[in-house]
């Protein structure tokens, strides 16, 4: 099980295994979703008060509302996902050829 950590601002993590999905807070659909995490108590709110840009799906059905953008979340998971297939890429950016 993978336990790596991705961090959605403010210092606070999700565990990678545990995401369905990120997405827009913006669509019918979605603020339905988040309207029925509230009532069923499974809404976590991590914005310290400022605007929701993103909404993460756990697979426990417990919704994390983050201000920071969709896409940027992506890019870090994507981040992590290169790191892990190439974990001397970031230790070693550059190759010198002493020849």
């Known amino acids: 099980m993978d336990n790596r950590l991705i961090n959605i601002g403010f210092g606070n993590a999700v565990k990678i295994s545990r995401i369905l999905a990120v997405v827009n807070p913006g669509s019918s659909p979605i603020r339905k979703l988040k309207d029925d995490a509230r009532q069923e108590r499974k809404l976590i709110d991590v914005t310290e008060g400022r605007r ?48």
Do not use: C, F, Y
């Open 52 to 99: 929701t840009r993103g909404i993460i799906i756990l697979d426990t059905g417990h919704l994390v509302l983050s201000s920071v953008q969709p896409e940027t979340i992506n890019q870090r998971l994507a981040a992590l996902d290169d790191h892990q297939k190439n974990p001397d890429h970031l230790l070693h950016p550059m190759e010198i050829d002493d020849d």
